[in-house]
């Protein structure tokens, strides 16, 4: 019942995300509304994080004797097939276009095909820009590296509440270092803390079946330490921009402190009318990745104006596409893949 809840979290946010990339070109609408609802897509990609984290550790708690071998496998299949059919996706729309020999370069296709890339526009120390500006690429890396630190440090670290600690120590350490020395790897183990908060509530959950303020308070205590430390930077800049480092940073590490209170919060009050306002969203939770993967190509990049002027009937032509592309390769490729690749 509650993985169900953490599919319509999940749903919401690809959905949010989508709506987001709509809403933000659109130039008749309200700026205040863009600004006060619309302006949030990257903080559902922390909903992200944290929900990978919990479904992640929840899945090998069920399978206590697996293997590196069995667990890289499975985490290569999923992440790597809908990815590769996007870079295919926008190979081809791209291609279209005409625009594909001026925009295409092998430096950032491998580098996107080994997970090496982000979102520079708005950070430092980023080595790979998202494969032909597909933007919501940039967290994908994030995923698959902290798939590569959980097994080592699910093995290694005691199994005692307080092994946040030295997950926090990493990230803490690592966010000092990006600062001095901005650089990708140190990105990525600084944003470590969020995802294994979402391992951390799933271990609270399969060891004692509730949630509490004592037993989550390590977990709220780590993200307010890191919220507290990117903040020194913050407070020092001359000029606070909204998204661009330091202050995205900021933003994506008060996001995960105010989600997990927030659903702490909720959880406390018998998560109240949830159903009705988010239960829907589970249906989309299982093309949820490929909704996330496939939707900026064809909303942002794909040009159909000359061939539909109507606005309305592009999009809704465009979101049909995006469905249906990710029903195909999510429900209907994916266990193919899995079964060939074993």
Known sequence: ??????????????????????????????QIIKDVI???????????FLLSGFVIAYSVYKKQNITFRDYFIKRFRRIYFPFVCSLILSILIFAVQNRLFKEFTWGNFFGNLFMLHDFGVVKPG??????????????LPYEWWFYMLFFPCYKLLPKT?????????????ALINYMIIPNQIALWLSY???????????????????????????????????????AVPVLQSEKIQFGYYPFVILRHFAAALIAVIFGLI??????????????????IAPISYGIYIFHYPVLEQ????????????????????????SYWVEIKLQPLVNQWLK
């Open 266 to 283: 909720w959880y406390r009050n018998k998560l109240i009318y949830f159903d009705n306002l988010l239960g829907i969203f589970t249906k």
């Open 126 to 139: 980023v080595w790979v820009h998202p494969f032909l500006n597909n933007y919501p690429l940039w967290s």
């Open 302 to 325: 794909l040009n159909l104006q000359s061939v539909i002027p109507n606005l309305f009937l592009e999009y809704v032509i465009k979101l049909a596409f995006i469905l249906g592309l």
């Open 1 to 30: 019942m509650h993985l169900q809840k953490l599919d319509a979290i999940r749903g919401l946010a690809a959905c949010y995300v989508v709506i987001y990339h709509i809403i933000a070109p659109l130039k008749g609408f309200p």
């Open 192 to 230: 470590f803390i969020i995802w294994w908060s979402g391992l951390e509530a799933a271990t609270i959950w399969v060891s004692q079946k509730k949630y509490t303020w004592k037993n989550m308070l390590p977990i709220i205590f780590s993200l307010i330490f890191m919220t507290a430390l990117i």
């Open 161 to 173: 509440p307080y092994r946040i600690y030295f997950v926090l120590a990493l990230s803490a350490l």
């Open 38 to 48: 619309f302006s949030f897509g990257q903080e559902a990609v922390i909903l992200f």
